[in-house]
T-cell receptor, first 110, second 116 residues
């Protein structure tokens, strides 16, 4: 079983729509969680960290569910510029080697 | 602030050739790493370093060597290129090796390598 699994999508949504997707992780003792954004043929860049209480950054909301071992990302009022691949990243305990999901592709259409 | 700089951006190699992907960071980060990214598989760790003079293997180290003689530089060497090494390679760095603080990783722009 992969350490981090994501629905690859693609999620095709119209501008202004809300889109949400999850990422599951296998190690229940994992400590840190992140969402990275990767544009086509570009390097991944940190979108947001995911905190236990859930957190928002503008139109983006991240949630952590430790009991079910998944994190989620919700994008409200989608913009064309939100089209990208979103990578789920998990930091296992006592280990600085991050585990990356394969990514969820989101395409926002006009 | 240049961040993480890796070169070359594109390279075509013949099977059996060797080459070095260069990576440098100017942020005085302790932790540096190399990943490869293949379709549908996400980023996989090749080698990493927690400081100058210290390197270790990641998930897919075979066919690659690294060294860390300075804090700034972390080159990746392909010893004898194979078509299976066709991939996109990313160098990355983090300020600290302390996992409890949450490791924000900064990536270079990537190197597209094709082995024919």
């Amino acid at each position: 079983r992969k350490e981090v699994e994501q629905d690859p999508g693609p999620f095709n949504v119209p501008e202004g729509a809300t889109v949400a997707f999850n990422c599951t992780y296998s190690n229940s003792a994992s400590q840190s969680f992140f969402w990275y954004r990767q544009d086509c043929r570009k390097e991944p860049k940190l979108l947001m960290s995911v905190y236990s209480s859930g957190n928002e950054d503008g139109r983006f909301t991240a949630q952590l569910n430790r009991a079910s071992q998944y994190i989620s990302l919700l994008i409200r009022d989608s913009k064309l510029s939100d089209s990208a691949t979103y990578l789920c990243v998990v930091n296992p305990p006592d280990d600085y080697k991050l585990s990356f999901g394969a990514g969820t592709t989101v395409t926002v259409r006009a | 602030n240049a961040g993480v700089t890796q070169t070359p951006k594109f390279q075509v190699l013949k099977t059996g050739q060797s080459m070095t992907l260069q990576c440098a960071q100017d942020m005085n980060h302790e932790y540096m790493s190399w990943y490869r990214q293949d379709p549908g598989m996400g980023l996989r760790l090749i080698h990493y370093s927690v400081g100058a003079g210290i390197t270790d293997q990641g998930e897919v180290p075979n066919g690659y060597n690294v060294s860390r003689s300075t804090t700034e530089d972390f080159p990746l060497r392909l010893l004898s290129a194979a078509p299976s090494q066709t991939s996109v390679y990313f160098c990355a760095s983090s300020p600290t090796v302390d996992s409890s603080s949450g490791n924000t990783i900064y990536f270079g722009e990537g190197s597209w390598l094709t082995v024919v």
